[in-house]
């Protein structure tokens, strides 16, 4: 699901996984809130934290970290969840700290380079030069497929 950009500008918030930057379009935030212990579910992916009640409604909570394979989460009172649309469901998202809202030009993303492994391009749209940063814009779409989604919640 692409979004569609007609000044060309993105708007994106960034945060922080470890020592790494990644962004999201901010279109598909619906919330920033605190880190919850979540109620773990039996037989779920190794990314899947669990659920937390958000106002009466069961949100899957997933480590972003595990999810793009960088390792377990360690969750502390810094952390953060970005609750997120991602296609019909709300998903909480495990990160370690919201850091900014960027405005870029959709010309600066470059694409992500070719390493020989397709399971990159499934996670990230690009990678946006920022203030001689290297930030990774996460593809939501990848992070749970439309098959997995019925299974996390």
Request: hydrophobic share 50%; charged share 20%.
């Amino acid at each position: 699901m692409e979004t569609e950009h007609h000044d060309q500008t993105l708007e994106l918030i960034s945060f922080r996984i470890g020592d790494q930057e990644f962004c999201l379009d901010i279109m598909a935030v619906r919330e920033i809130r605190g880190w919850t212990v979540a109620t773990p579910l039996p037989h779920s992916p190794p990314f899947v934290r669990g659920v937390i009640n958000l106002r009466g409604a069961v949100l899957p909570i997933i480590d972003l970290k595990a999810r793009l394979g960088l390792g377990e989460a360690q969750p502390s009172a810094r952390s953060v969840i970005i609750v997120v649309n991602i296609g019909r469901r709300l998903v909480g998202l495990l990160v370690d700290a919201v850091s900014e809202i960027l405005a870029a030009d959709i010309s600066t993303v470059q694409p992500m380079p070719a390493v020989g492994c397709d399971v990159v391009s499934r996670f990230l749209r690009g990678i946006l030069p920022v203030d001689g940063r290297m930030i990774s814009w996460v593809a939501l779409d990848g992070i749970i497929p439309d098959e997995q989604l019925g299974e996390a919640a």
